[in-house]
Nanobody, 123 residues
Framework: QVQLVESGGGLVQAGGSLRLSCEAS????????VAWFRQAPGKEREFVVA???????FYADSVKGRFTISRDNAKNTVNLQMNSLKPEDTALYYC?????????????????WGQGTQVTVSS
């Protein structure tokens, strides 16, 4: 069992940066695949980025070159550094995890989810 809590969301101007964190409790998730998804009102949940337990990273084309995922296993935390933010990045950002690194871009394949943290980017 893994419980996830996101933090770090907020309001930022276009071109600015935010750093999101996903902290796990209940057990270590150093060997889990962890992903960030985002969802804007009226839209489906969208894959943003994932990292496997082995440290392999996968980015959505829309964020490649702007977002960076990393994990700090000592803190049982995964971070998402978001730079050069755009208004279209505005969404509720969710952290998700699973024990097997398959179908990393598919939201329904993840069984552990945080409650989300809001990111709003103004123009």
């Amino acid at each position: 069992q893994v419980q996830l809590v996101e933090s770090g969301g907020g309001l930022v101007q276009a071109g600015g940066s935010l750093r999101l964190s996903c902290e796990a409790s209940g057990r270590t998730f150093s060997n889990y695949a962890v992903a960030w998804f985002r969802q804007a009102p009226g839209k489906e949940r969208e894959f943003v980025v994932a990292i496997t337990g082995g440290g392999i990273k996968f980015y959505a084309d829309s964020v490649k070159g702007r977002f960076t995922i990393s994990r700090d296993n000592a803190k049982n935390t995964v971070n998402l550094q978001m730079n050069s933010l755009k208004p279209e990045d505005t969404a509720l950002y969710y952290c998700a995890a699973k024990s097997r690194p398959y179908e990393l871009r598919v939201a329904t394949s993840y069984n552990y989810w945080g409650q989300g943290t809001q990111v709003t980017v103004s123009s």
